[in-house]
């Protein structure tokens, strides 16, 4: 089955503790981003990827960083938490040259 | 700033109504305007999109409407049915940039 896949679903960390939050898709898609949802704001997009060691800047990438050693993982790494960083988070690639987006089901992390 | 703006936040509508949720961009190099719809406990998923070329696309009960000249698009969704309650998202996407409205929680009633 054609999906994106995040680990964990849910997450309770407390500030300045390292987390990684892996994504991967089986669709062999080069494009691959990652956004947080906050109520009232919908979706913005934190980092997206191109291809393999290719990442680049989204709306808000401050306190995040991601890694594109593979095609098909483009793990969010948060170096040293914040409470600010409390959000609901997904993952998505499609192709380069297509249009639909295939989101994962979302990472709910909360920062004490 | 939100480069695309959605209204209204929350709808309810009667089953067999129809929903309107509208939005408005500001950068006119959006080239590729999807609808999201987003169910509790999961990602969202495309429903159905429009380029600007085109001023309307239907897709069973899901019709996109859009006004190029001033920068707004609309999803109607008609005969609205309790399972279709979900959240609504439109973006707009340019180069490789994608934008999200903020979403309309829709709520239809039996």
């Known amino acids: 089955e054609a999906q994106v896949t995040q680990n964990p679903r849910y997450l309770i960390t407390v500030t300045g503790k390292k987390l990684t939050v892996t994504c991967s898709q089986n669709?062999?898609?080069?494009?691959m981003s990652w956004y947080r949802q906050d109520p009232g704001l919908g979706l913005r997009q934190i980092y997206y990827?191109?291809?393999?060691?290719?990442?680049d800047k989204g709306d808000v990438p401050e306190g995040y960083k991601v890694s594109r050693k593979e095609k098909r993982n483009f793990p969010l790494i948060l170096e040293s938490p914040s409470p600010n960083q409390t959000s609901l988070y997904f993952c998505?690639?499609?192709?380069?040259?297509?249009?639909?987006?295939?989101f994962g089901p979302g990472t709910r992390l909360t920062v004490l | 700033q939100q480069q695309v703006k959605q209204s209204p936040q929350s709808l309810i509508v009667q089953k067999g109504g129809i929903s309107i949720i509208n939005c408005a961009y500001e950068?006119?190099?959006?080239?590729?305007f999807p609808w999201y719809q987003q169910f509790p406990g999961k990602g969202p998923a495309l429903l159905i999109a429009i380029r600007p070329d085109v001023s309307e696309k239907k897709e069973g009960r899901f019709t996109i409407s859009f006004n190029k000249s001033a920068k707004q698009f609309s999803l109607h969704i008609m005969d609205s049915q309790p399972g279709d309650s979900a959240t609504y998202f439109c973006a707009a996407r340019g180069n490789n940039d994608m934008r999200f409205g903020a979403g309309t929680r829709l709520t239809v009633k039996p």
């Open positions: 990827s191109m291809n393999v060691e290719v990442t």
């Open positions: 950068n006119t190099a959006f080239d590729y």
């Open positions: 998505a690639s499609r192709t380069l040259a297509g249009n639909t987006q295939y």
């Open positions: 669709m062999n898609h080069e494009y």
